[in-house]
């Protein structure tokens, strides 16, 4: 039975339901990211810390800018840049996972925060910027793209080859490896196995990436890892529905993935070219569902146009990339019949697989790569200036109505 403290980690830690859907109308106190791109976006208590890359930040009225080097905070509820937290990352932050006592886990592809040698991870203080000495994780041989967290456990997902290849289970206080993890991805479809998105619940880890085997046993690009016990071994769950290729420049094509708030089922989405198949599209699979050759519950196709992030709050599923259409599964780089407009974001029915009234609009760019749902809204990061037909750089908020 789980300690009181960790279980209240994991809830924290779950995805956030909503009753409703946000509105299309996005909050005015956001910052502004004035170049760049945001990657990643975690919520420590009431601050928003936001990766990325980039090196300037303005306030909401765009007459103050600061200096930030791919990572800054501010707070939720007024938008205010935080002037505490300025740490120099030196290279791109690719993921942010939140973590105990105000502080917040940082993967990407750098090599040093501020004067401190940091290489791909590392935990910092969200009052200070600097790093917990304490958690020292090790990681070698290449970039953390993808984190985790469960209660006393960190889950990271990359290219590194230390402590483990790819993917790794690390103690959250102080980063060393779970003997208990062993699981190792395999049969990569790019030079380097790759491990591209992760989500947890209670009991299951979901990996995507460029991989084919999960511990040794087939798992075209996605798979599910039972961690309930103190030994991970691989879940009952296969499925053939990203083992065909898509375009060649895409050797592996899923993007991101989330679980809904009550971990019973995931929405999994994707880039790959305008092909028939799981190329471009968001697909809900069931999460307790066994066997070989799993098929998914529904699937939402673009048409052509790559999604990259996704967001489950149980009211919704919210998309983002730089698509221009949903409801479009007879598309090809086109509008095919039933297709409606989503440019670059869109929500979808959980249940039925076909997209909402909601249509905010965003400008596409290269497409939405962070979503992060909350009790009071959905937070929104990207390359682009225009979400919901405002000037929002980078960073916005959709509120709950």
């Not at 999960?214 to 053939?240: E, F, M, V, Y």
Request: aromatic fraction near 8%.
């Amino acid at each position: 039975m789980l300690a009181r403290a960790a279980l209240a980690a994991i809830i924290a830690a779950a995805p956030t339901a909503h009753t409703r859907v946000v509105s299309a109308d996005p909050v005015d106190n956001t910052p502004h990211v004035l170049d760049g791109i945001v990657n990643a976006i975690a919520l420590v208590g009431g601050t928003v810390v936001v990766g990325g890359s980039f090196t300037a930040v303005a306030d909401s009225t765009k007459k103050t800018t600061y200096a930030r080097e791919n990572l800054f905070a501010y707070d939720l509820a007024t938008g205010r840049v935080l002037p505490g937290f300025a740490p120099s990352v030196r290279g791109p932050v690719h993921s942010l996972a939140a973590g105990d006592s105000g502080t917040v886990y940082v993967g990407g592809d750098f090599y040093s925060i501020d004067r401190h040698r940091s290489a791909a991870l590392a935990r910092l203080s969200v009052s200070t910027g600097q790093p917990v000495a304490s958690f020292a994780p090790r990681i070698a041989g290449g970039a953390v793209t993808a984190l985790a967290r469960r209660g006393a456990d960190l889950y990271v997902g990359g290219d590194f080859t230390e402590p483990r290849v790819a993917l790794a289970g690390l103690n959250a206080t102080t980063g060393a490896p779970d003997p208990g993890f062993t699981i190792t991805p395999g049969g990569s479809l790019t030079r380097q196995v790759r491990v591209h998105a992760l989500a947890a619940t209670a009991n299951r880890l979901l990996v995507d990436g460029s991989f084919t085997t999960l511990a040794g046993h087939s798992r075209p690009q996605l798979g599910l890892i039972d961690i309930a016990g103190r030994t991970a071994k691989l879940a009952n769950w296969h499925s053939d529905a990203y083992a065909k290729k898509c375009k060649d420049t895409f050797p592996y094509y899923v993007r991101g993935l989330d679980f809904s708030p009550d971990g019973r089922y995931f929405v999994v989405v994707t880039t790959g070219g305008p092909r028939s198949g799981m190329c471009d599209s968001a697909a809900r699979f069931e999460t307790y569902a066994s066997g070989q050759g799993i098929k998914p519950t529904w699937i939402n196709r673009t048409g052509g146009d790559s999604l990259y992030a996704v967001s489950v709050t149980g009211s919704a599923v919210y998309v983002g990339g730089h698509q221009r259409w949903l409801n479009n599964p007879l598309g090809r780089d086109s509008a095919g019949p039933g297709a409606v407009p989503r440019e670059g974001i869109g929500a979808i029915h959980p249940h039925t697989g076909k997209a909402l009234s909601w249509n905010p609009g965003r400008e596409r760019g290269i497409g939405v790569k962070a979503f992060l749902a909350h009790s009071g809204g959905l937070l929104v990061g990207s390359d682009t200036t225009r979400l919901g037909r405002e000037y929002h750089a980078r960073i916005g908020m959709f509120p709950l109505p």
